[in-house]
């Protein structure tokens, strides 16, 4: 088992829609969250971090961590379909600098 | 926000010769940068942490051998394949850290190798 499972998609919705994803991780040790944006052929792109539990607002962009259930969340408000790229969930512990990403989701954002 | 570039961001090579990726940091120092591989559709697997003036760390089943890692100075980092094969084909991703406590991870926009 993975320590961070990320469902591949593809994910597809209609531009205006809210695109939602999410990762699940089994190291409860993990304190610092985060979501990249990576498109084709291109290096991964920082777009939210949070640190333990909570939510985190920036702009059209939400992050939820719920650790009791090792569960955290990205939700993409009003998409675009620039919003179209693989969206990486990354985590790692309070000591070290190492991260673990997730598989990636690949979204589809349709005008 | 801070830019890190790679270069070169495509390489085909011939089976059994050697390939060198620079990675930089451009507006910053890194005293630690990350060297990731990333298969068609996977995600990013760390291959090892490379640290100005040190030895890199591998991660468990990377050939230190194979993926020589140099790290001479505060904004550069080098990764050498050697003796590439076909299955070395991939793309190659570095990520710069410009604080060792910071959660901040910057990357590189990747290099692709190809090796014929």
């Known amino acids: 088992q993975k320590e961070v499972e990320q469902d591949p998609g593809p994910l597809s919705v209609p531009e205006g829609a809210i695109v939602s994803l999410n990762c699940t991780y089994s190291?409860?040790?993990?304190?610092?969250f985060m979501w990249y944006r990576q498109y084709s052929r291109k290096g991964p792109e920082l777009l939210m971090y949070t640190y333990s539990s909570g939510n985190k607002e920036d702009g059209r962009f939400t992050a939820q961590v719920d650790k009791s259930s090792k569960y955290i969340s990205l939700f993409i408000r009003d998409s675009q379909p620039s919003d179209s790229a693989t969206y990486l969930c990354?985590?790692?512990?309070?000591?070290?600098?190492?991260?673990?990403f997730g598989g990636g989701t690949r979204v589809l954002v349709k005008p | 926000g801070a830019v890190v570039s790679q270069h070169p961001s495509r390489v085909i090579c011939k089976s059994g010769t050697s390939v060198k990726i620079e990675c930089r940091s451009l507006d910053f120092q890194a005293t630690t940068m990350f060297w990731y591989r990333q298969f068609p559709k996977q995600s990013l697997m760390l291959m090892a942490t490379?640290?100005?003036?040190?030895?890199?760390?591998?991660e468990q089943g990377v050939e230190k051998d194979k993926f020589l890692i140099n790290h001479a100075s505060l904004t550069l980092s080098t990764l050498t394949v050697t003796s590439a094969h076909p299955e070395d084909s991939s793309f190659y991703i570095c990520s710069a850290n410009p604080d060792p406590g910071s959660y901040e991870q910057y990357f590189g926009p990747g290099t692709r190798l190809t090796v014929t």
């Open positions: 190291n409860s040790a993990f304190q610092y």
């Open positions: 990354a985590m790692r512990v309070a000591a070290g600098n190492k991260l673990t």
């Open positions: 490379s640290n100005e003036g040190s030895k890199a760390t591998y």
